[in-house]
């Protein structure tokens, strides 16, 4: 079964990658956008390198969890990734993909176990991102505002601290008037930090969530419900999204017994360690974060 859903969702990225190709060099390669992958095998060819970075950043993400878990003889799955419909199909800003997970089968008994299966996978993923975003950026484009805001229906993504100066470093210089389009490896790049961001959040059974518990078990439960309300907050006040993150997240909370006490040795200190992986952990979540991911400009009918 991993194997089958792995070549699925290597399959789907390299197809959404396919699609983002064909936008990004629709003039070198003019012609049509097309849905069809034998109408442009060159395009296709382009969303492979779309694909593997997609793998990478959650392969490393995950085996991240699963090299901690073997190392304390805790028995854990394989990745499971988790696949997606085409885009045509199903309209999303997922890069072929909804993640993917391991199964740990064995208890988690120590603070120090749990805490480093949880800090590992997003750190893990974090690293692998950061060169996926560099080389995307320095293969973006600039371009004028007008043409982009005279191009039809266009999204505009949000930017977390870590941008500004990975955009100054790696990518082109932007003008006054002008923007910048993604080449579609800096989308991978941007998503990755977003996944990251919101993986990070301290809350229930997210990685950000297990650290909470390791580092305070007794108010999990009260933190994690003051976040889900700010998260619902932050749905209908700045971006809609979160809604559905937070159903996402309570159903995975209340499945996983609302931060019940798990069996572990509450007294075991982490160490100086593990406080210094907590900042690390931290300062990637402030510096990826994104309170607005998305923002769709209105359309104006004239």
């Given at each position: 079964m ?12 390299i197809y ?6 064909q ?10 956008l ?12 382009g ?7 997609v793998?990478?950043i959650?392969?490393?993400h995950?085996?991240g969890?699963?090299?901690t878990?073997?190392?304390y ?24 993909t ?5 199964r ?12 480093d299966?949880?800090?590992a ?7 692998a991102a950061l060169?996926i975003l560099?080389y995307?950026l ?34 082109p210089e932007i ?7 993604m080449?579609p490896?800096?989308f991978v790049?941007?998503?990755a930090l977003?996944?990251t961001?919101?993986n990070l ?8 969530g297990?650290l ?6 007794r ?10 309300i700010l ?24 499945m ?5 006490p ?22 990637i ?18």
């Amino acid at each position: 079964m991993n194997i089958v859903l792995f070549v699925l969702t290597f399959t789907s990225s390299i197809y959404w990658g396919f699609i983002q190709y064909q936008q990004f060099y629709s003039e070198e390669l003019r012609s049509v956008l097309t849905s069809n992958p034998f109408e442009a095998p060159s395009a296709l060819l382009g969303g492979l390198p779309f694909g593997i970075a997609v793998i990478a950043i959650l392969l490393a993400h995950e085996m991240g969890h699963y090299l901690t878990c073997r190392h304390y003889g805790i028995e854990a799955s394989l990745p499971y990734f988790l696949p997606l419909p085409p885009p045509n199909l199903v309209p999303t800003l997922l890069p072929g993909t909804m993640g993917a997970v391991i199964r740990i089968r064995g208890a988690i008994t120590s603070r120090r176990a749990l805490f480093d299966i949880a800090v590992a996978g997003p750190i893990a993923g974090w690293v692998a991102a950061l060169p996926i975003l560099a080389y995307g950026l320095s293969q973006s484009r600039v371009v004028s505002t007008i043409e982009i805001e005279t191009s039809g229906l266009y999204l505009t993504l949000g930017e977390p601290l870590l941008w500004g100066p990975m955009s100054r470093f790696f990518g082109p210089e932007i003008g006054p008037a002008q923007d910048l389009v993604m080449h579609p490896l800096a989308f991978v790049g941007w998503f990755a930090l977003l996944i990251t961001a919101m993986n990070l959040l301290p809350v229930g059974q997210l990685d950000g969530g297990h650290l909470l518990y390791s580092l305070v078990p007794r108010w999990h439960r009260a933190l994690s419900f003051t976040v889900l309300i700010l998260m619902f907050f932050a749905g209908f006040r700045f971006f809609p999204g979160w809604i559905l993150f937070a159903v996402i997240v309570s159903v995975l909370f209340i499945m996983g017994g609302l931060g019940k006490p798990r069996p572990i040795d509450d007294g075991q200190k982490l160490g100086a360690t593990r406080i210094v992986l907590t900042l690390i952990a931290l300062a990637i979540f402030v510096t990826s974060f994104m309170l607005i991911p998305v923002t769709i400009p209105p359309i104006v009918f004239s």
